[in-house]
C-alpha cells in the first residue's frame, strides 16, 4: 500500500502545475456528474413518481375505508349500525378529501379523530358529516397547543339516529 502511494505522490510531484489544476478540475467535474448521476437524480426521479402516486394511493385508501366490514370477525366487532356509520363517514371523509380515524364504540356510536384543522373548517366538516349522515354529535373534545386557536385537534362521538 505504501508502495502505491508513494508512486502516485511521484506521479503527482512530477506534473505541471497547470496539469495539476487541469487534473483537479477534471476530477471535481467527474465526481460531481458521479453523485449526481448515481444518487440525486434517480432520487429527484422518485420523489417525482411519488408525489404523482400519493393522492391516487390515497383515495383507494379512503375508497376501501368507506367499504363496510365483510365476514365473521367483523359481525362480531361492530353491530351492522355502528359499521353503516362508520363506513358512511369514512365516504363522507374520502369526498371531502379529509383522512380522520373512525372506530365504533358501541352498536350504534362511533368516535372519530380528526386531523388538525382550524376550528372553523372542523366545525364547518362536523356540520357536514352530522347533515350528510344523519347522526348526532355527543361529545366534542377540541384540543389546541396555542391560545389563539389556530389548529385544533378535534375528537367527537356521533350516535346513529334511532
Known sequence: ?????????????????????ILIVWATVA??????????????????QLEKRVPELESKLYAMRAQP??????????SNSAADLRSTLFR?????KVSGELRAL??????L????????????LL???????????VVLNAKTDRAPAI???VVVELEAAS
Open 1 to 21: 500500500m505504501r508502495d502505491i502511494k508513494a508512486k502516485a505522490m511521484l506521479w503527482w510531484s512530477a506534473r505541471s502545475t497547470r496539469e495539476r489544476t
Open 31 to 48: 465526481a460531481l456528474l458521479l453523485v449526481w448521476f448515481s444518487v440525486l437524480s434517480p432520487l429527484f426521479r422518485r420523489i417525482d
Open 69 to 78: 366490514l365483510v365476514g365473521a370477525h367483523a359481525h362480531n366487532a361492530t
Open 92 to 96: 363522507l371523509l374520502a369526498d371531502k
Open 106 to 111: 358501541s352498536a350504534s356510536r362511533v368516535e
Open 113 to 124: 379523530r380528526l386531523p388538525e384543522l382550524p376550528m372553523k373548517d372542523a366545525l364547518e
Open 127 to 137: 356540520e357536514f358529516l352530522r347533515q350528510e349522515s344523519g347522526a348526532r354529535i
Open 151 to 153: 389548529v385544533s385537534r
